[in-house]
Each structure stands twice: as structure tokens, then as C-alpha cells.
């Protein structure tokens, strides 16, 4: 075994093992010799432990006691030997003994698997009953026939009718008036007690798995043409509150939510909010599940839904939020009954937009929320009051947008094809034409000359759909307006409290909205070296700039000393921005934006005031002077 002890362990072949024993065994006898003659005191034969010659024996004896014989090890019978400098294993692939069970292990056994894996019990109880009622019923009948009597009838169908009243109502065997009837008698009505109870007990486990199925959200929604949410954010109660209000017009519907939560939780969070599950006539249902799964997906009927919204992770960082979004998309996709309702996804990253829309082979429509917020704050930042127009226009209640088109409209509405888009104004008393979809493009405010077509939709302002239709056309009497002149636009001087993701984005928007010579001063935590970089990698080159200068200032935007520190009183608009280190604490970034914006109100009333005061002052002083006084 020599070899074994420069080479990792590794199987021999079985011809080897006869040589190996006997070169073994020569070796460790001339080694013996050699110790022997210079009295050695380490002797391998002695108690400390076995020798080589000891490793040797015990594998032979190991052998025979597997009932092989040692001298067959060459044959092949034993085709691998594991062996080491003091161990060897033999392993017999062949003739390996199989543990044996008996005949009523094997069936308990297949008995518990069934039960366990809920297959077959109702076949199983039914297979019981009869076997009990047929055994029961033989049993009575050869009693019948060995006594002589002819009770309950002389026929093998009386006897099963005897014994089955037997299985079922155990008071009825006090009928039986000889021994022989009695005992099989008793022994059927043990079994009908034992086969009730467990009749009993599987009732009860299914009513059980049932409810506790129920209360998880397991169960399957039977719906069509309903609203599903996949996801639970911040923002559901909102969009809750506003897909009710545009489905009460029809008398309320249903929205199915399917999220990652326990069902229990969520409509817990729903009733606290609106105080029921029911929101304006329209009936809110909760399941728990991953949406990123087929099945779950099938589960609340995706393929019947009127409208699908996946909602992003605000847990979650934005590129593992947009992937998650990613997969739920591919999942809906791949419905084997592909969705019929529009699909609509939540992105966190404006560059993931392209992969989404890639997957969803054009029938997703992608919305980056940060960014589109981002972009509705600067322009109410630099437009007073259009946040109110913005609030009531985007938002079901009040007026909305509505899309009609003209072909499958009716009469009254084919008659606009062919119209010009300014005689519409004369049409629509109760709503106001705003654009004209064509080709899969909006276009808001066309020309008064464009001419309708048929393939043509309309866009319209409107308090509801169901609140406009064409009317004949109204003579009016135009008179000229009122001259107007655009005011002068001069640079503009803006803060930006905060930094977010896409910070880069709002710049270049700000760029392009502005006069040249205009300031946006940014303040926040950041070291003016990260921001440069973030402004680098997000593709945005500062020096290439064309209407704006941006001025670097540290602080924290809800400290009071930082804010103190800015010539608030020169500022035209104020962006303050839910900062990116609070993003995943949604309580906490709104507090901090609050307070943000209370200080700098507060700042800016003390130093207008200081200022109106000081002007106060310098007109006494002008007034007090030489001259000042005439008139």
C-alpha cells in the first residue's frame, strides 16, 4: 500500500488487489526482520495499534465476511477497492443487499403519502365504505345462513342493507337477537364509528386548509374587465381614490390587488384609510403573491383585466425596482392568453424605459414617475398657479382628458369627419376640443385649419364621458380680443434644495427654459467633487451649459444656519426635492422637505420685511433732506 501513500485517494481496480495484499504483506515482514535485529521497541504486533500486516488481515477478514471468498477478488465480483496507508474498503456494486420492508409498512406508507399530498382521499373513504359494507354484509349473510334464520332478508342485497345501517347509525345493531349476528354486528359498527370519525376529521381539515386559504389570499378571482394593481406603495391609496372616482360614473367596479403582502395587512391598511373595502361603489379585492409569477398572475385573472398598473418598489434601490418591474412584465407577456387591457409600468430609471418597452412588444406603456414629477415641479416653480391647473386637469375629479373616437361614436359623432378642427369649438357646449391623435401621435392645439379625419381620435376637456356629445352647430358672433402683449422675459435666479437621482435631467430642462444669465444655486450634503462627478456620469457637461450657471453651496436644506446662509430675497422660484439619501424613508423625506419649506418662507418674510423697512427708511431720509419737502 506504499503507492496509496503518494497518490490521492481514487478507486483500484479489483485485478490489483491480490498483487497490493502481497507486496504489502512481503514488505512489512522484511521491516519486522530489520527491527528485530536492532530492538526496536516500536513493534508494529503489539496493542498501540495495527499494523500493516493487521490493515491487511482485517481487510481480508472484512471480505469473507461479506460471504466472499478472498482468492475471487481477481474475477471482477468486486470491481472497486477505496484504500488508504491503514484502511481499505470493499464495495460490491453488484451483489449489494436491499433493505426489505413488509407488505403493511409498504402500505402504511402509501397510505400516509396519499393522505398527506391530498390525493385520493375521497376516493379512499368511499373504497372504505363499500369495502366495509360488502365484507359486513357477507359476514351478516353466512350468520343468517349458519343459524337458520331468514331476519332482514333471505338475499345477499337484504344483508348489505343491514350491514351498511350498521356503519352509518350505531344504535341500529340492537336489532340483532342471536350471538353470531351480534358480534359481526359490533365489529361492522366499530368500523362505522371508526370510518365517521375519519370522514369527520377530513371534513374539518378541508374546511380548515379552505379558510386558512381564504384569509392568506390563495383563492382565485373570477372577474372581467376589472383594475389590477400589481404592487403596494406609498402612492395605492391615491390611485385608489382616483380609479374610483372615473369608474363611479358607471356605477363603481372592481379593483384587484395583488402584492407581496399578507392579505390580512392590506385590507387592515384600506379599511383604516377609507374606512371599509368599498370606495365610491367600487369594490376592493386583496390577494397575496409575487406577481412575478405565471401562475399568481392567473390566479386574479390578468388576461380579463380592462387595465393593468405595475407599480415600482420605493423599497428598493432603482435598478433592482426597475428589474423586478422587468420580470413582471415578462411574466404578463408570457400569459398563455395574452392581456386584452392596457398595461401600464412604473419605472424609478429613466434608461431602463427602453429595455421595458422592448419586452413589452409595444403593448406596455412606461411612465418614470420620478421623472415626470420632476419636470411638473420645475415648470410650476417658474409658472405661479399652473400647479392648480395641473391638479385639477390630471386628476378624476373635476375635468379630465378624454379620448373619442369618431367611427365607432355614432351618427352625431361621423358627422365631424371632414370638419375643420376650429368649427369644433361651435359643437361641444358642455366640453372643449384640445388635440387630435393621429397616426399613434398627440398633438395638442393643432391648427383651427386642420381637417378631421376618420381614423382620427379627439381629445377633450370634459367633466366626465358621459357629460358631452355633438351637438348642431351654434352661430357665434366674434369680436377682436383684447392687445396683448407677452411680458419681458430676463434671467432668473432659482434655488435647488435637495439632490435626487436625476438631478442631471432637470438641469438640462432648466436650461432650456430659461434666459441666458440665469443662476441655480444647489445646496445640499454632498461635497462639490461628487456632484461634479454624479453631473459627469449621468451625461450632463456643465461647461456646455447655454442659459445657466449653477453655484455649489453645502449645508443641509432643513437646517435653519445652512438656509440663512443664501440670499434667499433674491431667488425667483425655490425647487425643494425629496433628497436621495431619504428616498427609501418616505415619512422621513417628507418631513425633511417640510421643513425645508417652512424655514425658507420664514427667512424670506423677515428679510422682505427688512428690506420694505429699509426702503421706508431711505424715502424718510429723501424726504428729510434738502429739497425734500417741496412739492
Known sequence: FDDLEHEPLRPRPAEQIGALLAREEKEHAERAKERERERDPRDSSGSGGLGRSGSSRKLLDAVGADGLDPTTLANGSVPVLMADEHTAVVRHHKAARKTRHLWHERLAYWVDRRITQGRGKTAGLVFVALLQVLVGGAMLYGGDVAVGEE?????????????????????????????????????????????????VGFVVDQIRSRMEELKKGKSRVIEEGHYLLLG?????????????????SEGGGVIVILAEREKDELELEIREHFGGLTILGTEVVCRSGSPILISELAKVSAASARSIVVLADNAADADKSDAKVLRIILSIVGLKTPPRGHVVAELRDIDNGGLVEIVGRNRVETIVSHDLIGRLMIKCARQPGLAKAYDAFLGFEGDEFYLNDL?????????????????LVTRFPRAVAVGIKRDGELVLNPGADVVIEADDQIMFLAEDDDTY???PPTDLKTTPGPAWLPPPRRPEV???SGWRRDVDDVICLLDSLVEPGSELHMLCDLEVPDREKRLRDGGLDVDGLQHLTLHHHIGNPAFRRSLEALPLERFSSVLILSDESLEHDSMHSD???????????????????????????????????????GG
Open 151 to 199: 331476519e332482514g332478508g333471505d338475499s345477499f342485497a337484504g344483508a348489505l342493507w343491514r350491514s351498511w345501517t350498521y356503519v352509518a347509525d350505531p344504535g341500529t345493531h340492537a336489532i340483532e337477537r342471536h350471538w353470531v349476528g351480534r358480534g359481526v354486528s359490533f365489529f361492522i359498527t366499530c368500523g362505522g364509528i371508526l370510518f365517521f370519525a375519519a370522514l
Open 232 to 248: 403596494w406603495t406609498d402612492k395605492s391609496f391615491t390611485l385608489l381614490v382616483e380609479l374610483a372616482l372615473a369608474m363611479e
Open 407 to 423: 367611427v365607432s361614436g355614432g351618427d352625431a359623432w361621423r358627422e365631424l369627419i371632414g370638419l375643420r378642427f376650429g368649427e
Open 469 to 471: 356629445e355633438p351637438h
Open 494 to 496: 432659482m434655488l435647488m
Open 591 to 629: 418631513s425633511a422637505c417640510l421643513a425645508s419649506l417652512l424655514l425658507t418662507r420664514h427667512i424670506q418674510e423677515l428679510r422682505f420685511l427688512a428690506l420694505e423697512e429699509e426702503d421706508d427708511a431711505n424715502a424718510m431720509l429723501v424726504d428729510a433732506g434738502p429739497g425734500g419737502g
